[in-house]
């Protein structure tokens, strides 16, 4: 196997293992320990590959279902933010706010928007050119 393709599958399995833990307190020498990488050089190799560090795809990950749970359930914001992975509900609303562009409780009382808002963060993440 190639040194490059090796790499990008052991990104992809820390990646895989944050999409599956991401509720559990998961910090990043543990996920570089699943990349069988140091500390430093999986920060750097998984923002190449990804975009973004794993922190933060950690915390998009988080906040991505406690979209799902605000708009579909009726949990109050602190159990979503519990549930979900945060330990504080100060980090968890000003993650989700920087995220989403609004905060939980406006994202909530939104979410029976009939015009299929989509927050410019994501717009802008998605029509982003790459490379």
Request: hydrophobic share 25%; glycine share 8%.
């Given at each position: 196997m190639?040194?490059?393709?090796?790499?990008?599958?052991?990104?992809?399995?820390?990646?895989?293992a944050i999409d599956v833990h991401y509720r559990e307190e998961l910090d990043v020498p543990r996920i570089a320990r699943i990349a069988l990488m140091g500390r430093a050089h999986f920060i750097r190799e998984f923002k190449v590959a990804f975009g973004e560090t794993p922190h933060r795809y950690l915390q998009r990950r988080r906040v991505e279902r406690a979209m799902y749970l605000l708009r579909w359930t009726d949990q109050s914001v602190?159990?979503?933010?519990?549930?979900?992975?945060f330990s504080s509900l100060g980090t968890f609303t000003r993650t989700f706010?920087?995220?989403?562009?609004?905060?939980?409780r406006a994202y909530r009382a939104g979410a029976e928007?009939?015009?299929?808002?989509v927050p410019g963060s994501f717009t802008m993440r998605w029509t982003r050119p790459s490379g």
């Open positions: 190639e040194p490059q393709e090796d790499r990008n599958r052991r990104l992809l399995r820390a990646r895989d602190t159990s979503v933010c519990m549930e979900v992975g706010t920087e995220i989403v562009g609004e905060s939980p928007r009939p015009d299929g808002f």
